[in-house]
């Protein structure tokens, strides 16, 4: 059976690219599940390449076919999925600490990203959260929403009138600002470096093959991670020798435990890492899949462009946009609505891993301990009984009075739970200085007609880039 992992284990840097054994350790066989309804698919790979190929059109066939707690056999094991807004508060509440998310997500992202805030449960998790924590309080957000006004103005200035890829343009500029407001450096040669190696990180954390092998995605991104563990390191300990910045990762160098000791070395890297993948991927997904919905809804265009001009003043003398204030983001109701619809027409976490350390009864049926299982947040975003024309964009969903008569976990795309995304309030605060940036200037255009494939899985982005014209008001 499933033991939960010792928080305390070794924080060698050198064991990374060897996953833990309780990844594997107590494994359960079909013979395990046979009580539960479901399809092992092909010999040997399972459902691996069907899942890949659709996942969004696998789960609503497995729910078809067997209900909304099934077992599918795919990426080497079995693993239970759970649908439902009940299954939602159920792992993500995790009230009586039934699930593991390290023991969840660790098979997919321990080579990279070990001991991030997602690799971590309980005590552990609580305590090295509230050390972080200080980096989203008022006075550094309130920094970060000074450097991402003029990072973004900057950049968006240069987008006036012509064709361009909206997905690789709003990545460039996600992780130009993440160094300058997450890391503390200027633009230019330091900043590309790293972000290539984060790039590297992303693509190699759902890549096939799962040793890092020469020439391989997953050998990419475990080179990607020893230069940024290099970085990250050295830099804590110059920014501990000569006092932060207020910059994040300045904060989390300098963030305190409860007793009043520092977070050790390589784990201010190991959270920096995660923080920063967690961050930059999922920002731009949400971002491109706003830009593309309010592109096919102008009217929604004119009603956010109103209440940003409202609360901003409208751009000023020279036709410049006026920056958004940190005291102001609250006043966006409306732009916060949409970003919201966005988020649940295309959530950029669309499913969510966990390992059950007890057995435990949902739906119906017992699911034993050591069993992989997971939500699937698309499914229950999409889900016509909860969302009428759940294709239908309409940030009127997100009213108080709506919000208030839905089951509270139907809308997850932040997580839940003690492990709610820390960063979801910088999130909101990137994407409505955005939305104030280019409403100001310009309406979003996109061709008649115009519906691009989306690639669905791991996080959510146009295969063509989208297409889209800022065309000057």
Known sequence: MATLADPAKADSHAEDANPPKHWTEGRLEGADLAHIPGDAGWPIVGNTFTMLADPHGFVRKMVAEHGRVYKTRAFGGWQVALIGPDANELLLFNKD????SEQGWGPILDQLFPRGLMLMDFDHHRIDRRALSIAFKP?????YAGSL?????REVAGWADKPMTFYPAIKKLTLDLAADSFIGIPWGPEADAINTAFIDMVQASVAPVRKPLPFTQLKKGVDGRAFLVDYF???THRRRAEGGGQDMFSQFATATREDGSLLPVDEVVDHMNFLMMAAHD???SSATSLIYLLAKNPEWQDKLRAEIIAVTG?????GKPRALSYDDLP???LTEMAFKEALRIMPPVPSTPRRALKSFEFGGYTIPAGAAVGINAHFVHHDPEIWPEPEKFDPMRFTPEQVRERHKYAWVPFGGGAHMC???HFAYMQVKILMAQLLQQYSIEIAAGYDPEWQPWPIPKPRDGLKVTFKSL
């Open 422 to 424: 820390l960063g979801l």
């Open 233 to 235: 390191t050295k830099e």
């Open 97 to 100: 600490k039934i699930f593991s």
């Open 139 to 143: 006075e550094p957000m309130r920094h």
């Open 282 to 284: 999922t920002i731009t």
């Open 314 to 318: 409208g751009p000023d003398a020279s």
């Open 331 to 333: 006043k966006l109701e």
């Open 149 to 153: 006004n003029a990072g973004i103005a």
